[in-house]
């Protein structure tokens, strides 16, 4: 026999305590992946400057590595890339019926994953510029 039970408003961030993995999942991947779209959009604006030539270009990126700002976003853009593909990988193998009994520690590892591979970029991106 089915029951039911209250669920709440599930949009309603006021109750984020309760929230299990799978929401946290839920969020940080449409989080990810709409942060995703809006970098696109920054980085054909960037690209578009190889338009005017190389030295516009090339003075357009070092211009930007040179601010300890965008080498910090760099590093948050690292995060939410690796965290969307292994999250969405992890998803895509849901979709298979791959793993259905352990999605908690499948996405608990793409955290882990994502972490590691983001700490370890910390000294490339935040060391300045190669040249
Ligand atoms: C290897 C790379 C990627 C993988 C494996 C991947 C995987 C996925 C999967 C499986 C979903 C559906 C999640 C669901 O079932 O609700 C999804 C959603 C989405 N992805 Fe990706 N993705 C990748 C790259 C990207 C990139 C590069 C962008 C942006 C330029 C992007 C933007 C989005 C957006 C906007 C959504 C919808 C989020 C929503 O629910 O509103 N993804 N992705």
Known sequence: MSQSYN???VEDFGR???FSAG???WIFHKFTGWVLVGYLFTHIAVLSTSLG????YTG???GLEALLVVRFLEVGLLA???FHILNGIRLLMVDLGVGLESQDVSFYASLVLTGAIVVASIPTFLGGPLA
């Open 60 to 62: 357009t990126l070092q």
């Open 80 to 82: 939410v890339a690796v």
């Open 23 to 25: 929401m946290w999942a």
């Open 7 to 9: 669920r709440g408003t």
């Open 53 to 56: 030539g190389d030295d516009l």
């Open 16 to 18: 984020w305590r309760e």
